[in-house]
């Protein structure tokens, strides 16, 4: 049964997939297997026991394709952004209606770089005579960027999709209304444009924040864009860099999860998932992120307490690929 909001990750990754060596992950195996022995198990039917004690990406790491998200309400479901994790969702698609043509899905983009194009050819319900797909976007210029990503010589099937392509262009932080979604682009803060999402259903709220330097975090600052942090349940928030990283790397669009963590704070964001993974962030990288930003909270939660200041508290997390929110 569909809560008010489902969330799922199908890719969390920025710039390109991120590569695992053989020689990487034989070296997660051993260390796994040093920690099964060390945490008292000694016996194969264990294994399945020792799993459950364990966090997904401390086993398994946090993905490898590039961004792509799956909401879902009662009635309808929308896709943002068609990197290479819209792959793996395709087939998942193709196991309902699309595979008879008679499937119908809503795509919205957020910005048109490589990482969030990458897994278009490979949708695989595109390729079916009479499923229908509806292309969002606030650029005017969406139907000539995906018929190129979709022409040769960069599409390896040449014929390219045959389903029923319709474009859409979105007016700036004007709603629609898509079945029984709300659903408003707001502009962030990227040095080409590009555009964040947030979902309504059911009283519950997304907001859609991938490739943000968060440049504007004043309220002031932010201007008609303020709503788009106000009133959320879960923000899917791009966490990329180090603070160091940001002060090396400015205007390059990507934010840190302490940014992030400020305006969750201010705005009472409940949730926050971080997200856009540097494609050469290993776990190691990315749980050393983590640490930080425990630190970095923890901080924030002495100095209100000392200053006997009230404080919104806010669950965060490091998203990983395959993990699913459900916001009831």
């Known amino acids: 049964m569909i809560m008010s909001l489902v969330v799922e990750f199908y890719g ?53 394709h590039t961004t792509c998200v799956s909401i879902e309400s009662k009635k309808t479901e929308i896709i943002i952004d068609g990197g290479t994790g819209i792959r793996a969702l395709g087939k998942k698609l193709m196991k309902k209606e699309f595979s008879s043509g008679q499937g119908e899905c809503h795509i919205f983009m957020t910005h048109f770089h490589w990482d969030h194009i990458l897994g278009l050819p490979f949708f695989e319900p595109a390729y079916v005579a009479g499923n229908k797909i509806h292309i969002y976007s606030v650029q005017p210029e969406v139907r000539t960027f995906i018929e190129t990503v979709l022409s040769f010589p960069y599409n390896p099937y040449p014929h390219g999709w045959k389903c029923d392509v319709q474009f859409h262009i979105l007016l ?6 898509l079945h029984d979604m709300k659903i408003t682009p707001y502009q962030l803060d990227h040095p080409d444009p590009c555009w964040g999402y947030k979902i309504e259903s059911g009283g519950k709220v997304y907001s859609h924040a991938t490739d943000t330097e968060a440049t504007r975090v004043s309220r002031k600052s932010l201007g008609l864009d303020l709503p788009f942090y106000q009133g959320v349940d879960l923000i899917f928030f791009d966490g990329q860099y180090t603070l160091k990283d940001l002060a090396e790397k400015i205007n390059w669009g990507h934010s840190a999860a302490q940014i992030g963590l400020d305006l969750a704070i201010r705005e009472g964001i409940k949730k926050i998932v971080f997200s856009h993974h540097d494609p050469l962030a290993n776990s190691q990288r990315i749980k050393a992120l983590e640490r930080q930003t425990e630190e970095y909270y923890e901080w924030r939660i002495e100095q209100a307490r000392r200053n006997k200041e009230q404080i919104n508290e806010v669950d965060w997390s490091f998203s990983y690929e395959g993990q699913r929110i459900e916001l009831k």
Do not use: C, W
């Open 12 to 64: 969390v990754r920025g710039s390109l997939p991120f590569n695992i060596s053989p020689t990487e992950t034989a070296e997660n195996f051993r260390q796994m297997m040093f920690d099964f022995f060390n945490s008292g198990f000694t016996q194969v039917s264990e294994f399945d026991q020792y799993i459950k004690t364990k966090h997904i990406p401390t086993l398994g790491g946090y993905g490898t």
């Open 172 to 177: 700036p932080r004007t709603e629609i209304q």
